[in-house]
């Protein structure tokens, strides 16, 4: 019969799995995206594209356009962008290509939520489809542009998927994907436990 000890010295073999992975994953080179806030970004002040180039460049890297999701997000990237002392725009994640006025992300597929927009944008001068910040006294702000002009691109890390398959060996598997199954593990044997632990209910003759 398993016995809790041995639970026990199974999970932590498994834990100590997950604590070098964890300890591995914090080391992992994201050259060249820096750390801004919660996300990784990278800014290549040298070279200026047009907004698909920009999206091409990015996922060349293992990133994607900046999808930008909160105010707090915009005012990280505000913050590191001044640092940088880059005054020019500069492209990132959302157009609206197919519906003219619905601003989806070219990464997620879906709407994108938090707008800041520069004054009286989004206006669609002369059929005005992709998204880019501007730096207007020290505040970043949000305007429509044209799609082919050449701008810095703001690539952000993407993070790797959260979809979990059992299929997967453990060395392919995120942490949160390894957390995930360690807890269904310990479950599974603290199950068995019990199950071995409980008092037969039912007479055996
Ligand atoms: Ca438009
Ligand atoms: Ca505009």
New binding site residues.
């Given amino acids: 019969m398993v016995n809790f000890v041995q639970i026990c010295l199974i999970f932590s073999s498994f834990l100590g799995i997950f604590a070098s992975k964890i300890f591995a994953k914090n080391n992992e080179n994201y050259h060249p995206f820096v750390k801004v806030g919660n996300k990784y970004y990278f800014i290549n002040g040298e070279l200026k594209m047009n907004w698909f180039e920009s999206s091409e460049y990015c996922r060349s890297l293992g990133g994607d356009l900046a999808n930008i999701e909160s105010l707090e997000e915009l005012l990280e990237l505000e913050k590191y962008i001044l640092t940088r002392g880059i005054l020019s725009q500069l492209w990132f994640d959302g157009n609206d290509l197919a519906n003219e006025g619905r601003y989806m992300s070219h990464s997620t597929g879906r709407p994108i939520l938090f707008t800041k927009w ?1 004054s009286t ?5 002369n059929n ?1 489809d992709c998204l880019e910040v501007c730096m207007d006294d020290k505040t970043l702000l949000m ?3 044209h799609c082919e002009k050449e701008f810095y691109a703001i690539c952000q890390f993407r993070e790797p998927s959260m979809h979990c398959s059992g299929k997967d060996s453990l060395m392919h598997q995120d942490e949160n994907c390894i957390l995930k199954n360690l807890v269904e593990s310990l479950m599974q044997a603290a199950d068995a436990f019990k199950s071995h632990s409980q008092p037969l209910l039912c007479p055996t003759s």
């Fill in positions: 520069y944008n989004p206006d669609n001068q005005e305007n429509d542009h």
